[in-house]
C-alpha cells in the first residue's frame, strides 16, 4: 500500500513515537532506494535517526559541528545510527508512530544507558 | 505556507575556505563584543577628561548611596547587617573606581592637572567610606552620622568636578 | 467557584511570577541613570511579551506540543539548531544569572558571602526540579513572588509628583550625564528583559505540562491579559522607584543592595523585608524556569521524552540536560563574576537573539495544520509582524551599540 507523500514536508524531522507511546527521537534522515531507470520516484524505504545521522545531512558547518559534538557525548563509543524500516511505521501524521517500542530503537538505547545511571539518584522512580 | 526548508542527505562536501571566513568573522566579533566593556589607553586629552568625568560620577554614586544608607538607618529603616554591607560596597566601589583611574597614564600636562584636582576629591571620599565600613561592621551605629558628615560636601564636589568636564 | 480560583491563582502566579533578575536590574538602572526616559520601552517590551506568549500558550493547548518542539518540524534542522544553539547559550546564560540573584538575595538577608550560597542553591534548585509537582513549583513561587507589590506601595506612599512623572515618561530626555548611544543600548536591554526568550518556552512546555486543552484557552488569555500587565506594572514600579530616589542623588545601581535602597526610604524595614522575599522569590522562580527551559529546549529538539510529569527515569537525558545546566550555570558563578555584570550580559544578548525566537512562533501559530481554526486574526499577525521588524532591527544594532557605548559604561 503505497502513498505519496511530500517526504521533506511530512516525514523529516517529525517527532517518532514508539508503540508504547513514549516519544522516541525525531526523523533525523530518510532512506531513499532508486527503484531503477524507469521514471518512478524512489521510494522511502527506511527512516533514519540518531545525532550523527543528523550530522551528516545539515548544511551549515557549525551545525554539523555541534551534531558531530553531540553524537560523541551521547553516544560514546556506540551504533550511533538506528534504522527502522518503514514497514515498521504504523501511521504518518503530525507526529510518526512506530510499530516497535521506543527502547529497541539506538535513541532508545541511549535513552536507557543514561536512565541506568539516573536511576542510581534517589526519587528517580517517583512521579514528581 | 508550503516551503522545503530541508532535503535529505546527500550534499557535497562543504568548500573549506568559506568555513575558515566565517569562523574568522565570528571570532574577531566575538572578541568585540568581548571587550566592549574595557578601558584602553588614552591618547587625547578630551578623552581622559571623560573617563575623569565618569570617575567621579562612579565615586559620587558611592559616596551619594552610602550617604543615603546611614540617614536610612540613623531613621531605623535600615537592618543593621543590610547597612553594613551596602557601606561595604560603597567603600570597595570608590576603592576600585580610583584605582582604575589612577592607572590610567594621563596624556599631556592638563591631563596631569586634573588627575590631581581629581585625586583630591576622591581620596578623601575613599577613605571616608572606608572609616564608615569599619565602623559600621564594629556595630558603631550611633557613630555613623558623623563619621559620614564630610560626605555631603564631598559628594557635590564630586559633582561639580564631573558637570564642568562632562 | 472552583474556575474562579483556579484563574485567580493562575493571574496572581503570572503577576508574582512575572519579574526576574534581568528586569530587577534592567529597572532599576534605567530608573536611577535615565529618570522615566525608558519607561516607553518597558510598555513596549510588555505588550509583546503578552502577545507572544499568548500565542505560545494557544500553540501549546491547541496542538498539545511545545513551541520549541514545532521549531524543528517547520523551519527544519538546520534553522532549529542554530535556534537551539542560540536559545540555550542565552538561557544557560540567564539561568546563572538567577541563580547569582537567588544568592545575592540570600546574601543580603543573612551577610553571608553569595558565592558561599550558590552551590546550595544550585542544588535546591535541582532538587525542585528533580522532585516537586510542576503545580506546586509555580503556584509556589508564583505566589511568594508577590511580595514584590511592596515596591509599588512604595512608590505610591512616596507620593510623587504624578504630572511631572507622567510628563517626562511622555516627554523622554536623555540627561546630560548620559550618551545617546547609551540610551539607546539601555533601551535594547530593557527590551530584552521584558522579551526574555525563555518565557515562552517555559509558558508554552509549562501548558503542555499541566496538559491544557482547548478548554484552557481562555483561561490561559485571561492569566496573559491580567497577570502579564500587572506583572509589567511590577516592573515599572522598580524604575519609577529608582527614578525617585536614585537618580536625584546620582547613584547608578551595581548592586541589589541599591536596589532595595528606595523601598526602605519610604516603608522602612518591614518593606525592605518584604521587597527582600520579593527579590529571593522572582529569582528563586526564575532559576526554576530557566533550568527546565534548557532542558526543554534540547529534548524538544532531538525528540526525547521531556517534562517533570515523567519520572525522571522515564525522561533520564532530560533530567540530565537540566542537571548539567545548573551546574554550568553554579560553575560560571563560582568563578566570582559579578553576578550583576552577567544579568547585563545575558539580557543583551536575549536582545540580539530575539527574533530567533519570535520569529518562529509566529509562522507555527499561523499554521493551521497545529492550530486548526485558531490560528492568528489578521489584526494579531499585523502587530506581531510590527514588533518582529521592531526586534530585528533592535537585534541588529545591539553588537554595535554594545561596542560604541563600551557596554552603556559610555
Sequence with gaps: MARRLDAALELLDRQLIGNGGTLAGKVDDLELTDPGGNLEPPRVTAILTGPAVLAGRLHTPVGRWLARVAARLLAPGQDQLSRVPFDQVEAVGASIRLRVAAGQLDAGAGEARVGRLVGRIPGAGDAA | ?166 | MRKLLEIALGVLTAIGGFVDIGDLVASTETGARFGLGLAWVLVVGVLGIILYAEMAGRVASVSGRAVFDLVRERLGAGVGLLNLAASFFITLLTLAAEIGGVALSLQLATSVNYLLFVPIVGFLVWLVCWRVRFEVMDNAVGLLGLALVVVAVAVWRAHPDWGAMWHSATHPVVPGTESHTAYWYFAIALLGSAMTPYEVFFFSSGAVEQRWTRSDLVVNRLNVYIGFPLGGLLALALMVAAALVLEPRGIDPSHLSQAALPTSLVLGKLGLALALLGFFACTSGAALETALSCGYSVAQYLGWPWGKFLKPVQAPRFQLVVLASITLGAGLLLTTLDPVKLTEYAIVLSAAALPLTYLPLLIVANDPAYLGDKVNSRLSNAIASAYLAVLVVASVATIPLMIVSKAGGG
Design chain 2, 1 to 166: 505556507m508550503t516551503r522545503h526548508p530541508r532535503q535529505p542527505s546527500c550534499t557535497p562536501a562543504e568548500p573549506t575556505r568559506r568555513r575558515r571566513d566565517l569562523a574568522a568573522v565570528g571570532l574577531g566579533l566575538l572578541l568585540l563584543v568581548a571587550t566592549a566593556g574595557c578601558t584602553g589607553p588614552v591618547r587625547s586629552d578630551g578623552v581622559y577628561a571623560s573617563k575623569a568625568a565618569a570617575t567621579a560620577g562612579a565615586a559620587g554614586s558611592a559616596v551619594q548611596t552610602a550617604e543615603l544608607a546611614v540617614q536610612e538607618a540613623a531613621a531605623g529603616r535600615l537592618f543593621s547587617r543590610g547597612l553594613a554591607q551596602t557601606l561595604a560596597e560603597a567603600a570597595s566601589d570608590a576603592g576600585d573606581v580610583q584605582a582604575t583611574f589612577d592607572a590610567i597614564q594621563p596624556p599631556d600636562r592638563r591631563s596631569e592637572v586634573l588627575r590631581g584636582q581629581l585625586d583630591r576629591l576622591l581620596t578623601p571620599a575613599a577613605s571616608a567610606l572606608a572609616d564608615l565600613r569599619i565602623a559600621a561592621r564594629w556595630g558603631d551605629t550611633a557613630a555613623l552620622p558623623s563619621v559620614a558628615a564630610p560626605l555631603p560636601e564631598l559628594a557635590a564636589e564630586l559633582q561639580q568636578f564631573q558637570e564642568a568636564h562632562q
